[in-house]
């Protein structure tokens, strides 16, 4: 058992924050973690002392115990007692690593790990040499009891939330506590515990902000389906600080940051619930007034409710497409929503001159060529600003990985390297890579296509044969593609950490320039 003798306890937060695993070197950037800052924000409050570990890129054994020795060095009382890793299910295997390698600098060090990964597949992580325990769902206060109990000398061992390895090697599973219904309750996060104005956002002066958690719906791919039920009162899952404390929130912000002029709402839904949605938007034009952008969602919207956002500030919007082929957004996605309403939706945004940035998936169960098409053409008749098309990732004990799994798509082992994750005879690694590669490419073209009458049905034919025929060099292309992206990244890359305010410039133009044509 580990006992501090009446002494607050040290903890350092460690944060693998990276997709790109060849940026090694960088001193600056990464993203802001809402629940690491609201951890440390709980425990300080009570007198323990907390610190962030923030591995910006793939580290190396001598890299990572070189710059933990060197962070540890910086407390006088000694070694860390508590060590938390922040794990998302990409990151795993590196975090195998760094479990691995604290434990050697660290061996006194009581390991813990929580976040998706962990919540989704506890005992699994659990299992991993080097971890002592593992926390189910919130945080925030199943650590404190943790050290509270650790200052007092006590067992911990029957903490709500958390499960732990016995010296024996069997596990404790205590039962998950209920989750908070009024987020209020939760200090304001602890914005310090990042270098935040060095991190990628606020370099070009915007800061990434959530006033919710959880979400109402049960997307089959996301692991909001499999969260809320961890939680005994689950129908509380999806909640949002009051539109007041909300405010305060940006309030806080703002004060220790005044150079942040955009915010970019997190959330994963910012109208799940209407009435709060209106009382807050009033408060935000009131109160605070910049230009935002923010999560939404076609089948919970209303032209009155774009307009409001309009009024606010929103100039732009991030919204799922996911899929245009019925069958699969339908069955195997469970967003029970048409065409026709998406289009909809998407002329009520450019009627009042709010850009439209959509996300959408390729490489999902069951999807070949021209399933991938359907959702390049929906996107070209949304008229969408910019796209994100990621590659579809079977997440642990959602519904769509068993339905993948089941099917055969899913590999026993899935390497972190790895870009395309299932293995489907009908839609191979370079077809999925050549959709998602040319994405945005097609969509501008099919918008052409789809304004001009005759000719452009045409051409709509001849983009059709050239996306699923048989003698497009897919492979070629793809490689080319990627080349183009490394170097189109690595320009961002050098401009936000180097020359923000020319990034800045560049992007409100570009801003500017939508929005004068959604407009028109």
Known sequence: ????????????????????RDSAGRTSGGNYSEGLASISAVLKQSGHQVELMHLLYLHEEADFKSKLIAQENQQEAGFYDIIGFSIRTTALPDSKNYIKWAKEVCPEAFVICGSYHVTLVP??????????????????????????AMTEGVDYTDIESLYFKLPDGSFKKNPVRPIFEDLERIPIPDFD??????????????????????????????????????????????????????????????NKHPQIKYLNFRDAIFNMYPAWFDEFIELYKKEINLPFTCNLRFDVLTEDTVIKMKEAGCYTIDIGVESGDN???????????????????????????INVLTYNIVGLPYEDL??????????????????????FYPYPMTVLHDIAKEAGFVPDVIPPDCRVPLKQKQFPEHEVLFAANFFMYYVKRY????????????????????FTGPITPRRLLVFISDLFESMRKTLRRILVNNFPKLYLFLRNGKLKKQAQNVVK
């Open 327 to 353: 069958e699969i957004r339908t069955k195997y996605l469970k967003r029970v929503m048409t065409d026709e309403m998406m289009i909809d939706a998407s002329e009520w945004f450019h009627k009042h001159g």
């Open 447 to 466: 918008k052409w296509a789809f304004k001009h009458g005759r000719i452009g049905r045409i051409y709509e034919k001849w983009l059709d044969f050239w």
């Open 193 to 254: 515990l990042f270098d935040y104005d060095n991190l990628d956002s606020v370099k070009i002066n915007t800061a990434i902000v959530m006033m919710s958690r959880g979400c109402l719906f049960s997307c089959t791919y996301c692991g909001n389906s499999q969260f809320r039920n961890v939680y005994p009162n689950r129908k509380k899952y999806a909640r949002f600080r009051s539109p007041e404390n909300s405010i305060l929130y940006l309030k806080t912000l703002l």
């Open 123 to 148: 005992e699994e992580v659990l299992t991993i040499d080097g971890v002592d325990a593992v926390c189910v769902g919130d945080g925030e206060y199943a650590e404190l009891d943790l050290c509270n």
């Open 370 to 391: 021209h399933r991938a098409l359907k959702t390049i053409k929906l996107n070209a008749r949304l008229k969408s600003d910019r796209i994100i098309a990621n590659i």
């Open 1 to 20: 058992m580990k006992n501090t003798n009446g002494k607050k306890v040290r903890m350092l937060l460690v944060y693998p924050d990276y997709t790109d």
